[in-house]
């Protein structure tokens, strides 16, 4: 199995996975965080030690800034790699962490990875952590069991919806002009399906959490997918768990490799 997840409030942030080398920090003095697709076959470690080598993120830049100069260093990386290797990334997801130096509530972007006739796209930064009290639950991976229990749609159903979306445009104007309709509007109405799957109640709930109690859930929330998805019943741990917080900066709670 490949999951991992994000939890974040105004307190800060719970990143917890059940595969090595999936969360990783910057540095001790800047409080940014990255934690990558567990299905990703990259060599995350190598990778972002590199990019830690280049000393290119400082206190003085805003988030976006950071999530921005990250973005682009992973399209210089990902343009040298072979055709192959660029479409086993398609459709990964990677997630950035960290504060403004004026704001004292955590910030969360998520940069998306497509394959097009140019090769691999790296989207820009997008945030999506809540403007007003950084609220904020994410999946990466194979978390389909997490997200129906958190009460949104499995993705044989989303992606039912999603084609029956495509199909419906295809009617309407014709295959001709479909692909540019759906270029156009297509990303929009796909970001309101997503948006539609959040439960309200559960945001509500860990707005109010204790980073000691976004933990609990995080680990509970990584090894029940795992049991739903094992076929011999055996719990799949989880197997490295950051925080990020304004007072700490970055701390691993967990950590099969580091002994934390």
Known sequence: MAAALLMMNMHGAVMASDCDRTIFRYSEKIPFAIMVD??????????????????SLSNEMSFKDCATDFRQYLTDL???????????????????????SNNIF??????????????????????????????????LGNCENIRILLGGMSDDL?????????????????????????????KYILEQLDLMQEDTKVLDAISFFTIKDMVKMAENLIETEGLLNSDNSSISPTREIGIVTLAEGFVYIKHSLYGA
């Open 38 to 55: 567990p299905r990703s076959e990259l060599p995350w470690e190598e990778i972002i030690m590199e990019y830690q080598a280049k000393k």
């Open 78 to 100: 990902l343009k040298l790699k072979d055709s192959d290797t660029q479409k086993n990334e398609s459709d990964n997801q990677v997630i950035c962490i960290g504060y403004d």
């Open 106 to 139: 955590p910030k969360a972007s998520i940069i998306t990875t497509a394959i097009t006739e140019r090769g691999l796209l790296i989207n820009k930064p997008v945030e999506i952590s809540n403007q007003s009290e950084s609220v904020c639950l994410q999946t």
């Open 158 to 186: 989303s992606q039912k919806t999603k084609d029956l979306f495509f199909n419906k445009i295809s009617d309407i104007v014709g295959k001709k002009d479909s692909a540019r309709v759906i270029n156009d509007f297509g």
